[in-house]
């Protein structure tokens, strides 16, 4: 199964966990699975319109994907990370 | 546990070091945890009075081997935060790089300055066999000196040590209550760039310039403890892990740091242009970095031991694309509180402002914000504009107007927007919270800056939330606000910078591997919470009413079309938040004034 990967925002809203592995043959439907599991991080990955959120940007084995290519295939050890594009400083 | 102390009385120059025992977790973890519990005990009226502490601390993880473990905290009363009442506010304010752990190394965890010196000085304070040794030593070499121009004459003096510094701005303190405090960084020391770390919020490098104490030296040969396999784990999770991506370059699997913000900003037309007024025109794209990097040599850099490297540094670019002369570091909000914000579209005249108010040493934030309320006025106002005229888009009158708050020419502007605002009867469009200006976010989009204690972004995570994930309704901002948006201090105790993402299991190993610390996290994030809880409590005693928890009138009054959400924060919706929000806090801020009682 791939691992998919995440920082506190949204680590917070589950627990603390900051990685889970989900099964998924593409990225997206990893990510699908991960949203199933925590319904709650729905906003954060998925916009309003089913696509991935447009201020989230999705790397596969630390390799940055465009929108266009989240249905990449995945193997298992694969990591997904998923983080947001927007934060202070 | 204990921790070491030293109180510096600047008028009699006595000075105590002593071992203080913590009285709870909020002092053992450190930070803003154990000094605002410091400044409960005292009672403050001004500011500027010998009887306002500056307090110099670090967090239990400062100088320890967790890659960030590098800052320093600064905390009094602020002269720029203060109530309607006129009473100035607990505040403070965090800077990186290798200052906090040399001030550790030197046997210190804290250095309280009381009173007032009766003619400028320095503070060298030295590690030796005896124990922390503190001298003071004549200032005047130093005075109208910039920050890096300060920072420089000691490096010269001074091996193996690094520097706190104040510049013209915190020397003219009575005209300029945001001056802020420069720290040394090794790449500094090394190639002579300005090129320092910021405790930027509030004031501090007012209170200090007031105190009379111009720099601070902290000397110390570095002490760093064998690596530990479990903190080596923990740092490789943190440099390449998903937590610190935003900030690394994009070659290393970043996203390119904090200026980078201007894209996803702008997909919202959130990016604040002319005082926090989005026109939907397009014209923040020219502020992109891929748009800017062409004509510059734009270097990623770091601070000590840090493997993010987060500091863009923009250089200029020679003939053959080498490296030319350094030119300013871009981070989002000076870039865009200094540019954009002011209707100043142009890479390299916000390079020229940003490291004017550096070299002045100002709060980029809080002069960026003052500056285009100047500007927003006097385009309100033709006939009857205020100071230099100064208008959207005119850089060389920003110019004027930064360079006359730092050295104390306009005072209108260096004591903050919200005392301008109310001289000018025009506080609709005056860009604060309870006397701290806006950072780049706009406040139609979050609700929750009111809540924030020591700054609207770094001190409430909920800046970004509306652009996150659209959630406007009321139960969303209510938990945000009273959940996970005010543990976003976490780090403002621990030492750490919050850019490193560090998770809270790993933090609580952290605790447990450098410091001795078993703490859960339940534990460890109670005492988040109670330190926040404790600053609210601090705002109250020192006269906020609720009246001044709420956002600028025209928030509500003249909500900007051009945003790519419906407006949302109506009075209506705000009225009820702030029920909502006090609900939760009340009867825990309550609890925490029974608790000083007994």
């Known amino acids: ?89 | 546990m204990l921790y070491a102390r030293a109180t510096i009385d600047l008028a009699s120059r006595d000075v105590r070091i002593e071992e203080v025992p913590c009285r709870n977790l909020e002092d053992v973890l450190g930070g803003f945890g154990r000094s605002f519990q410091i400044l409960a005990e005292r009672t403050v009226t001004h500011a500027f009075t010998p009887e306002n502490p500056l307090i110099i601390n670090t967090g239990v993880l400062t100088a320890s081997n967790v890659t960030t473990g590098l800052r320093t905290y600064f905390s009094a009363y602020s002269p720029l935060k203060a109530s309607d009442k006129g009473l100035p506010a607990a505040m403070w304010s965090a800077g990186s790089c290798k200052f906090g752990p040399k001030l550790k190394w030197t046997g210190l965890d804290e250095v309280i300055l009381e009173g007032r010196a009766d003619a400028p000085v320095y503070l060298v304070i030295r590690d030796s066999e005896q124990g922390p040794q503190i001298a003071f030593e004549p200032a005047g070499d130093l005075l109208g000196l910039t920050c890096h121009e300060k920072i420089m004459w000691l490096r010269d003096r001074y091996k193996d040590a690094h520097f706190a510094a104040i510049g013209p701005a915190g020397e003219h303190y009575e005209d300029c209550y945001m001056a802020s405090v420069a720290l040394s960084t090794e790449n500094q020391l090394k190639s002579g760039d300005d090129k320092c770390r910021w405790a930027g919020r509030g004031g501090m490098g007012a209170v200090m310039g007031y105190k009379r104490v111009l720099a601070i030296v902290a000397q110390a040969p570095d002490k760093i403890a064998k690596l530990k396999p479990e903190i080596r784990d923990i740092n490789k999770a943190v440099t390449s892990g998903p937590g610190s991506r935003k900030f690394r370059e994009k070659e290393k699997g970043g996203l390119g740091g904090t200026w980078s913000n201007y894209e996803p900003l702008e997909k919202f037309h959130f990016v604040p242009q002319n005082n926090f007024r989005p026109k939907g025109d397009g014209k923040p794209e020219l502020m992109f970095r891929d748009k800017v990097q062409p004509d510059f040599f734009v270097k990623a850099e770091s601070c000590f031991r840090c493997g993010i490297s987060c500091h863009k540094n923009v250089y200029e670019k020679n003939a053959d694309g080498t490296k030319g002369a350094f030119l300013a570091k871009f981070d989002y909000e000076p870039v865009n509180l200094l540019s954009t914000n002011l209707g100043i579209d142009d890479p390299r005249k916000a390079a020229a402002l940003i490291s004017l108010v550096d070299r002045l040493g100002m709060d980029n934030i809080s002069v960026g914000t003052t500056v285009s309320y100047v500007m927003d006025y006097n385009e309100r106002h033709p006939d009857a504009p205020i100071l230099n005229g100064a208008t959207f888009g005119d850089f060389e009158k920003a110019r004027e107007l930064v360079e006359g708050a730092g050295t104390g020419r306009w005072p209108e502007v260096g004591r903050g927007v919200k005392r301008l605002s109310q001289s000018l009867g025009e506080t609709g469009y005056a860009m604060h919270c309870k006397g701290l200006e806006f950072p780049a976010y706009q406040p139609d989009t979050n609700p929750g800056y009111p809540w924030a204690i020591a700054g609207g972004h770094m001190s409430m995570a909920t800046y970004m939330a509306v652009a996150l994930e659209g959630n406007t309704s009321l139960d969303y901002w209510a938990t945000l606000i009273t959940t996970r948006g005010l543990l976003f201090v976490r780090d403002d105790l621990l030492g750490l910078c919050k850019f490193a993402g560090v998770t809270a299991d790993h933090a609580v190993e952290a605790l447990k591997q450098e410091a001795g610390l078993e703490v859960t996290t339940a534990e460890m994030l109670a005492a988040v919470r109670r330190a926040f809880v404790r600053a609210l409590w601090l705002e109250r005693r020192q006269g906020y009413e609720r009246t001044e928890y709420t956002l600028p009138s025209e928030v509500f009054d003249r909500p900007n079309p051009n945003l790519k959400v419906p407006p949302f924060v109506t009075r209506e919706f705000f009225s009820e938040l702030s029920d909502r929000v006090w609900s939760v806090f009340d009867p825990e801020i309550d609890q925490m004034a029974d608790g000083v009682k007994a």
């Open chain 1, 1 to 89: 199964m791939p691992k998919i990967r995440f920082t506190n925002l949204f680590a917070e809203r589950i627990g603390g966990v900051s990685s889970v592995d989900v099964p998924g043959a593409t990225v997206e439907s990893s990510l699908r699975a991960l949203t199933e599991q925590h319904p709650v991080l729905t906003p954060l990955v998925w916009g309003k319109d089913g696509a991935l959120n447009a201020v989230m940007v999705v790397f596969l084995n630390d390799r940055q994907l465009v929108a266009a290519e989240i249905g990449t295939s995945v193997e298992p050890g694969d990591e997904i990370d998923i983080v947001s594009a927007l934060e202070g400083g």
